[in-house]
């Protein structure tokens, strides 16, 4: 390169400017920008114009509890100027706005309150949501299994044992998970109820949430890595996914196993395991023949001229066999259990001696054979030494 050409610089921050607010106590990786809370003289145009209300049902289960802590339901709300009614009669709750409220949102808060009571959270808990720093989600999940036995296992699944599973959720995910019915209820920051979210439909599409637990306990553990924080995490994290084999490979695999199978056998010195279960059928062009129809067997049968009476005779005939048929050999079964063991009965004196008796006849006869044997190889010795 020559003295007289310039390096190149970059044009990708140009026209870049210094904002006065842009300094280094700012983390702009993370965001962690201080959120203010919205006090009353933020609200300079005064009492809203209208009347903003929600209203949620509850089950009648929770009619006693709520009717216990409706008071400290009012007292929570009314720092804020929400007004609340709870109505026994037709079963449900409502918030609404009043001259005293201040902030737009906090109706919306309030909304979510009685939504979080309804579905079963204590009251200590739902208060809770009134932060803006808080949020929740409820996750319907009764629809997403049509078999009731495979439902309640799997929403069991998201509990665990002793409720491991939903204790490590909400400490990895630093929320309030319940499970109640057919939702569950969820409060947390925002990033962290999309997290719970994926967890809960997951375990009900039959993936177990020990997985998901997994990588978010690997997100934990590498976020305390500074030198990662540019980095994609992709290659830390594990790859949970359903293997969908093809045919070939399929058959490749079963023939591996066959083959391992077979020099197994023949190593224990047994005949090999055929792959071809069942006999090929040979192949023809022609197609098979046309199976009769009902009427054709019952011409060959000659049940087609039969008059109507003969043959309900004959059906009612029919049954009453199947029937006999039937009854008789269930009555054999239930004779089966009332039938009297074999029972070996002690031998008698007689049978005793002469089973001794003949054993001692045996025994002499052995003796005497075995003699004989004896005499005979000391009298061929003699005759050979001679």
């Known amino acids: 390169m020559s003295d007289t050409e310039q390096p190149a610089v970059s044009k990708k921050r140009a026209h870049r400017k210094e904002k006065p607010w842009d300094t280094d106590d700012i983390d702009h990786v993370r965001c962690t920008w201080k959120i203010e809370p919205f006090q009353a003289t933020d609200n300079k145009s005064g009492p809203f114009t209208e009347e903003s ?22 007292r929570a709300l009314d720092p804020h100027g929400v007004a609340c009614t709870l109505d026994l009669v037709h079963g449900f709750m409502s918030v609404r706005t009043t ?51 495979r439902f309640v296992k799997r929403r069991q699944r998201i509990i665990g044992p002793d409720g491991s599973t939903l204790k490590a959720i909400e400490l990895l995910t630093q929320c309030y998970v319940l499970v109640q019915g057919s939702t569950v209820s969820v409060m947390g920051p925002y990033k962290s109820l999309k997290e719970v979210r994926r967890i809960v439909l997951d375990c009900m599409k039959n993936i177990h949430p020990i997985y998901r637990i997994k990588e978010l306990m690997i997100r934990r553990e ?16 594990p790859q949970f996914r359903k293997n969908h084999l093809k045919t070939s490979e399929k058959t490749a695999r079963k023939n591996e196993k066959l083959q391992t199978k077979n020099e197994a056998r023949q190593a224990a010195g047994l005949d090999p395991v055929d792959s071809s279960t069942g006999k090929r ?34 059906e009612n005939a029919q049954r009453a066999k199947k029937q006999l048929e039937t009854t008789t050999q269930r009555q054999a079964e239930r ?44 009298k061929h010795r003699q005759e050979e030494d001679a």
Request: with cysteine.
């Open 53 to 74: 209300s929600f209203a949620t049902l509850f089950p009648k289960y929770r009619e006693k509890y709520l009717r216990e802590v409706w008071s400290a339901v009012t």
């Open 99 to 149: 001259r005293k409220t201040y902030d737009p949102y906090v109706v919306l808060k309030a909304r979510d309150l009685i939504k979080l009571l309804a579905r079963g959270v204590a009251i200590n808990q739902a208060v809770k949501i009134l932060d803006d720093t808080m949020a929740c989600d409820i996750i319907k999940i009764g629809n997403l299994v049509s078999n009731k036995e």
């Open 222 to 237: 590498l976020a305390k890595d500074p030198k990662l924080a540019n980095e994609s995490w992709d290659r830390f994290l």
């Open 281 to 314: 059928k040979t192949y023809t062009p022609f197609p098979p023949a046309q199976m009769p129809r009902k009427v054709d067997l019952q011409l060959e049968s000659g049940e087609y001229f039969l008059k109507p009476h003969e043959k309900a005779g004959r």
């Open 335 to 378: 004779q089966e259990a009332f039938v009297a063991p074999v029972e070996t009965a002690a031998p008698t004196v007689e049978e005793k001696r002469r089973r001794k008796r003949v054993v001692e006849e045996v025994d002499v006869e052995d003796r005497t054979d075995s003699e004989r044997k004896t005499k005979k190889k000391r």
